[in-house]
């Protein structure tokens, strides 16, 4: 077994390829599930680590990250988890007017 091997291989069910697909596929869908469905979509289509890292331009070690996860957690490991830090104090949009930074001048 080589450094261009895995000796992993996924098998999808249907309702797992038509998920993931629907997320490869999607235009409104942030881009990072986009290319973590990618990515289990070229394993799955039993590309190895290294073809699947050069394709979709990320580093050996993050495809094997995806592929684990989503080895043990199927589906519900492509999403993000919890960070940790600091919550944010203001929510994204403040509701002011554009061009107002919401701070007050001295």
Do not use: C
Request: glycine content about 6%; charged content about 30%.
């Amino acid at each position: 077994m080589g450094m261009n091997t895995t000796p992993i291989m996924i098998l999808l069910s249907k309702e797992e390829r038509a998920v993931l697909e629907q997320r490869a596929r999607s235009t409104k869908s942030p881009y990072r599930s986009v290319l973590r469905a990618s990515v289990i979509l070229l394993l799955a289509a039993l590309m190895t680590i290294s073809e699947v890292a050069r394709q979709t331009g990320l580093r050996r070690r993050i495809v094997k990250k995806w592929q684990v996860r989503f080895e043990h957690e199927r589906l519900t490991g492509l999403e993000d988890r919890p960070r940790s830090g600091r919550p944010a104090r203001f929510p994204p949009r403040s509701g002011s007017l554009p061009g107002e930074a919401g701070v007050r001048a001295a």
